[in-house]
């Protein structure tokens, strides 16, 4: 049976200072620019048009959050690896996104989007080192498993699974969606009911 959830947009915030100050858990998303972020967030509500989805890479810049049936947030992160930024700011990842990974208490989860068409890129890899050594709790979503052969997406998500196992000796938790098939919905919401419990 299908999970059904009410969603609405909270609040968009240019720095951590200005994120929602309750008690409820974030569960955020993030990835490289054009992965499908919105369209998995319009997905997972069932709401079309909660996130706007753009065909512009680094459209999201600030932190967005929705309200989740009035017991959680899910949170849509600026894209990485696009926006042109400052040396100081890792070149990569800008100073919005590492203050709310790094030092935003409220985050109780976040999600990796990484497109299952392409091998492991290596700006995706550089952000799950950095989350392994700051202990953030995360897992992968790969997106749009729509685009290819289900053999194909065996073949790349076990690449990445051996590229991962290189540094880690635990694999996080992974999941495949396709927000045109909506493929994977029941799965991700029924993983963050799971989180919320911990």
């Known amino acids: 049976m299908a999970i059904t959830?009410?969603?609405?947009f909270k609040c968009s915030s240019e720095k951590i200072s200005q994120v929602p100050k309750d008690n409820l858990k974030d569960i955020a998303f993030i990835g490289r620019s054009n992965v499908g972020k919105s369209s998995l967030v319009n997905m997972l509500t069932g709401i079309n048009?909660?996130?706007k989805v753009s065909g512009t890479p680094g459209k999201t810049r600030l932190i967005n959050h929705f309200l989740v049936n009035d017991s959680w947030y899910l949170v849509d992160l600026p894209g990485y690896g696009y926006a042109k930024v400052s040396k100081e700011t890792?070149?990569?990842f800008s100073k919005l996104i590492l203050d709310y990974v790094l030092k935003c208490e409220k985050m109780h989860?976040?999600?990796v989007l990484v497109d299952s068409r392409l091998e492991p890129q290596r700006i995706d890899l550089n952000f799950i080192e950095l989350l392994g050594e700051n202990g953030i709790p995360f897992g992968i979503i790969f997106?749009?498993?729509?685009?290819?052969?289900?053999a194909q997406l065996n073949r790349n998500i076990?690449?990445?699974?051996?590229?991962?196992?290189?540094?880690?000796e635990e694999l996080p938790p992974m999941l495949v969606s396709s927000s045109e098939k909506r493929r994977g919905r029941e799965e991700i919401l029924a993983f963050i009911e799971e989180c919320l419990q911990k």
């Open 158 to 168: 076990t690449a990445y699974k051996s590229r991962l196992s290189e540094q880690w």
């Open 49 to 51: 048009g909660l996130a």
């Open 143 to 150: 997106t749009k498993a729509d685009k290819l052969s289900q």
């Open 109 to 111: 989860f976040l999600f």
């Open 5 to 8: 959830i009410k969603a609405k």
């Open 90 to 92: 890792r070149g990569e």
